[in-house]
């Protein structure tokens, strides 16, 4: 059976209009003649989304008990059933409510596919697994509903539906995506033009990488190997070298002047693993590469032109930056060199080739190192000495061997000295075999004349062969020696960086791997001081520096206090105490002290806001409650103070009901004013910790009655459902009152006429959940935290309610007994508000559906 196709609707906020176009593609497709079924559609009480149904065939949705109430989900079985052409399935995130067969909508509609039905369905851009933690930065909420990004990068069709943020706004202002009653609050909250147009930004980037891994399907499964410029990308090779700023830079401006081009940054490692580029050099680089937008990559080749074209063709680039040669002009002339040899097998990508400072120069590599011990070697120069006329002598006792046979074991003693001595002791050993066999044993004997071309030949094979296998055997053991040195760097570079990642403080778990690795005293990093730039002698005066990180003891206090110091830059500096360490080991603190720098700035972008959290979370509140005294509270002030100066007013005579109504109103403003002032008091007692809690045993059925009753007729509907077995709560009797009033009252002021809210209560190992569900507007997820700030009311208009404490109160009333409230999605629509409170004697879990 061939598996159904999934076609995604994306849209960047809700109200874009995914759902109604979704309709219309249905529509399209049954006009066709095309079998097409609503599995489930929601219309959130749009009426243009509701009556773009028409005449579509809608399959009946089933209806799911959960913690005494009910709710309805999609009829997957009947849907499978039915088996239509296409179903309708809207809100590909939705996560079912428990008791469902699979815990989310997309698992759904993947038994849709299987069983061969095409999918057409919905989902916002906030919703995407990947993009959950940017949205959340963006929008100051976090999104629990998300799917795996595989599902839909799976998809057949991703069709962006696309609206500018102005016109959203108006959508919105229209009441055309949410009730009256919630558009102030949508519009100054998450539908903000920043907001938007950020989202709009992420739909369209995603839809993009998700066209470019089509692109590049489609380009793999034709061979087609040529560059496609679709999309500006600029590639940018490093070779390690002090050049690699510039050229970096250089790129970024080339990048920059194409909108939405990429920047990569490439560094071609020899294929041996051996070390070639310093890597402090090419750590600093990478930094700078990511801090202008771009991506850093490391490939291994031999054959550094074809590796760079290889991987420029890869991505798909069309730029190519190379910096100009540092090769001397006699090495040019046996060589083209990088630049010269990718310029001419480039093809259609443009290469360019910057000039910088160190064009032309020398390029100076690392000190090569030894290939053996100055031990060895001075062995290998004994034995040269010693070992051949030994040899000779040997030889000559032995009667009948030919001048071939000499050869050979002449070249066989040579071979031993080059594994035991090196290069410089085997060419003495070939040098002085090729006198004695000339001497010895060459025609005419005891001259350095040979009579037969034959033996010349001989003598110059042996003298060939004999420097060729001394060469390769040095070669081999310097890079022996290399391959253990870069081994050891790397496995030092990986253990300190895993320790960066593990530790808590990364600069001082740095500072102290780097001392353990090293053995060393102490490390310091070093800051210069602002006073002390251009200083003479700065590097000895301790008072010039700044000790911004230090690990062991006594850490140095300037430069020149250590026996190693590393600049990072112009004002930072690494200091290493203890010992003075080699020249190949400069080269591995050098890359730990660039990732210092680093990890120093985190740590102080880290501090700020921490800093700056406190400051804006007082002003806001400062401000808040400058609105809410200026405003909120004024307005029983002027209904108490209209009341009273009509009561003493001597020009008006009231009859007895009138002036029982001044009363009333004026005695109702006070209360309203004595519950605003009493919520303002305990929420400072809260913020400054000194609320008196003074917990006990009560039970849920006797404090749920006393809430209703101070609520008075308007909570005369609301149905209660609390087990007799319910067993008891621990807390304070006042302060419990308090939150279930304010919540219940909340529940009340959102419930639609003649759908009161319903109040259930559940036990739990060792807690007792109290869940007051209403039925109306609801709130979007990404709004919950929202509700609970202090003078939040979410866009309510009518100011007479209070200064939005309540909630926010309720909340830190219930944690300061060491309860909880959270906010869940009423299923079918609505907010069920969720109270924990610890239970006074552990009880089982009920069966049931748990959280």
């Given at each position: 059976m061939a598996r159904g196709e999934l076609r995604i609707y994306l849209g960047a906020a809700p109200g874009v209009g995914k759902t109604y176009e979704m309709l219309e593609e249905a529509h399209r497709r049954a006009e066709r003649g095309t079998d097409v079924v609503i599995g489930l559609v929601e219309t959130h009480g749009r009426p243009h989304t509701a009556a773009m149904i028409g005449d579509l065939e809608v399959v009946p949705r089933r209806t799911v008990a959960y913690r005494g109430a009910e709710f309805t989900e999609m009829d997957l079985d009947a849907v499978l059933a039915r088996r239509p052409d296409v179903a309708v399935v809207d809100e590909l995130a939705h996560t079912n409510v428990p008791g469902s067969r699979n815990e989310k909508r997309w698992q759904d509609i993947q038994e849709l596919l299987d069983a061969g039905i095409t999918v057409l369905t919905t989902v916002n851009i906030q919703h995407l697994e990947s993009l959950n933690d940017v949205v959340a930065q963006i929008t100051g909420t976090t999104q629990r509903e998300t799917v795996p990004d595989q599902i839909v990068r799976a998809a057949e069709q991703v069709e962006l539906v696309d609206m500018t943020p102005e016109a959203l706004r108006r959508r919105m202002a229209h009441g055309n995506i949410y009730r009256p009653d919630k558009i102030d609050a949508a519009l100054g909250n998450y539908f903000r033009v920043g907001n938007l147009t950020a989202l709009r930004e992420l739909a369209l980037l995603w839809l993009a990488d998700k066209v470019d891994e089509q692109l590049d399907r489609y380009r793999a499964q034709q061979g087609i190997s040529a560059t496609w410029e679709a999309r500006e990308r600029v590639v940018v090779a490093l070779t390690g070298g002090p050049e690699g700023e510039t050229l970096i830079r250089r790129a970024a401006r080339i990048a920059a002047r194409s909108k939405g081009a990429d920047l990569l940054a490439v560094h071609v490692a020899r294929s041996d693993g051996l070390a070639g580029a310093d890597p402090a050099q090419l750590a600093r680089q990478r930094v700078l590469v990511e801090s202008l937008g771009g991506t850093y990559h490391q490939v291994l080749g031999t054959d550094i032109p074809a590796a760079l074209l290889d991987f420029a063709r890869g991505v798909n680039a069309t730029q190519l930056v190379l910096g100009a040669s540092r090769r001397g002009r006699i090495a040019q002339i046996f060589s083209q060199g990088v630049g010269v040899t990718t310029t001419a097998l480039s093809g259609p990508i443009d290469v360019h080739l910057v000039t910088h400072p160190e064009a032309g120069r020398r390029r100076r590599g690392a000190e090569v190192p030894a290939a053996l011990s100055r031990r060895r070697r001075l062995l290998g120069f004994a034995l040269a000495g010693l070992g051949m006329p030994a040899l000779t002598a040997l030889l000559k006792a032995l009667p009948g061997l030919t001048l071939t046979s000499d050869i050979l074991l002449f070249l066989a003693a040579v071979v031993g000295v080059a594994l035991v001595g090196g290069l410089w002791p085997a060419l003495v050993a070939a040098l002085g075999g090729s006198l004695l066999l000339n001497w010895f044993f060459t025609p005419p004997y005891y001259t350095l004349t040979i009579a037969e071309g034959e033996n010349l030949l001989a003598i110059g094979v042996f003298v060939g062969v004999a420097v060729a296998v001394s060469?390769?055997?040095?070669?081999?053991?310097?890079?022996?020696?290399?391959?253990?040195?870069?081994?050891?760097?790397?496995?030092?570079?990986?253990?300190?960086?895993?320790?960066?990642?593990?530790?808590?403080?990364?600069?001082?778990?740095?500072?102290?791997?780097?001392?353990?690795?090293?053995?060393?005293?102490?490390?310091?990093?070093?800051?210069?001081?602002?006073?002390?730039?251009?200083?003479?002698?700065?590097?000895?005066?301790?008072?010039?520096?700044?000790?911004?990180?230090?690990?062991?003891?006594?850490?140095?206090?300037?430069?020149?206090?250590?026996?190693?110091?590393?600049?990072?830059?112009?004002?930072?500096?690494?200091?290493?105490?203890?010992?003075?360490?080699?020249?190949?080991?400069?080269?591995?603190?050098?890359?730990?002290?660039?990732?210092?720098?680093?990890?120093?700035?985190?740590?102080?972008?880290?501090?700020?806001?921490?800093?700056?959290?406190?400051?804006?979370?007082?002003?806001?509140?400062?401000?808040?409650?400058?609105?809410?005294?200026?405003?909120?509270?004024?307005?029983?002030?002027?209904?108490?103070?209209?009341?009273?100066?009509?009561?003493?007013?001597?020009?008006?005579?009231?009859?007895?009901?009138?002036?029982?109504?001044?009363?009333?109103?004026?005695?109702?403003?006070?209360?309203?004013?004595?519950?605003?002032?009493?919520?303002?008091?305990?929420?400072?007692?809260?913020?400054?910790?000194?609320?008196?809690?003074?917990?006990?045993?009560?039970?849920?059925?006797?404090?749920?009655?006393?809430?209703?009753?101070?609520?008075?007729?308007?909570?005369?509907?609301?149905?209660?459902?609390?087990?007799?077995?319910?067993?008891?709560?621990?807390?304070?009797?006042?302060?419990?009152?308090?939150?279930?009033?304010?919540?219940?009252?909340?529940?009340?002021?959102?419930?639609?006429?003649?759908?009161?809210?319903?109040?259930?209560?559940?036990?739990?190992?060792?807690?007792?959940?109290?869940?007051?569900?209403?039925?109306?507007?609801?709130?979007?997820?990404?709004?919950?935290?929202?509700?609970?700030?202090?003078?939040?009311?979410?866009?309510?208009?009518?100011?007479?309610?209070?200064?939005?404490?309540?909630?926010?109160?309720?909340?830190?009333?219930?944690?300061?007994?060491?309860?909880?409230?959270?906010?869940?999605?009423?299923?079918?629509?609505?907010?069920?508000?969720?109270?924990?409170?610890?239970?006074?004697?552990?009880?089982?879990?009920?069966?049931?559906?748990?959280?």
């Open positions: 060469w390769i055997v040095d070669v081999a053991a310097r890079r022996t020696r290399e391959a253990a040195r870069a081994s050891a760097d790397a496995q030092t570079l990986a253990t300190v960086a895993g320790g960066v990642l593990r530790g808590a403080r990364p600069l001082t778990a740095l500072l102290d791997r780097l001392r353990e690795t090293f053995g060393l005293r102490a490390v310091s990093v070093l800051e210069l001081v602002a006073e002390a730039e251009g200083r003479p002698g700065r590097a000895r005066d301790e008072q010039a520096w700044r000790v911004v990180a230090s690990v062991g003891d006594a850490p140095p206090c300037s430069p020149s206090a250590g026996e190693t110091s590393v600049p990072v830059d112009e004002r930072l500096t690494v200091v290493l105490a203890g010992r003075r360490l080699e020249a190949a080991d400069r080269r591995v603190v050098e890359a730990f002290a660039a990732q210092a720098a680093v990890a120093l700035r985190q740590e102080r972008l880290t501090e700020q806001a921490a800093a700056a959290r406190p400051l804006a979370e007082a002003d806001r509140m400062r401000t808040a409650l400058l609105a809410a005294v200026s405003h909120d509270l004024r307005t029983p002030l002027a209904s108490a103070k209209a009341a009273v100066s009509s009561l003493r007013s001597h020009d008006v005579d009231f009859d007895p009901d009138d002036q029982a109504e001044l009363l009333a109103t004026a005695d109702e403003s006070l209360d309203r004013l004595s519950r605003l002032v009493a919520n303002l008091l305990d929420m400072s007692r809260l913020q400054a910790g000194a609320l008196g809690v003074h917990p006990v045993p009560i039970g849920l059925e006797d404090a749920v009655p006393r809430a209703l009753d101070e609520l008075g007729p308007s909570a005369a509907d609301v149905r209660t459902d609390i087990p007799a077995d319910l067993p008891a709560v621990t807390a304070d009797p006042g302060l419990l009152e308090r939150v279930l009033v304010n919540i219940i009252a909340n529940a009340l002021r959102h419930s639609p006429p003649g759908q009161p809210p319903t109040i259930t209560a559940s036990a739990h190992t060792g807690q007792v959940e109290l869940r007051i569900i209403d039925t109306g507007p609801g709130i979007p997820e990404d709004q919950w935290e929202h509700v609970f700030l202090p003078f939040q009311r979410l866009g309510d208009r009518d100011n007479t309610t209070g200064v939005g404490l309540g909630l926010a109160l309720s909340r830190g009333l219930a944690e300061a007994m060491g309860g909880s409230i959270t906010p869940e999605t009423t299923p079918g629509g609505g907010l069920t508000m969720v109270l924990r409170l610890p239970a006074a004697t552990p009880t089982d879990p009920p069966e049931g559906p748990q959280e």
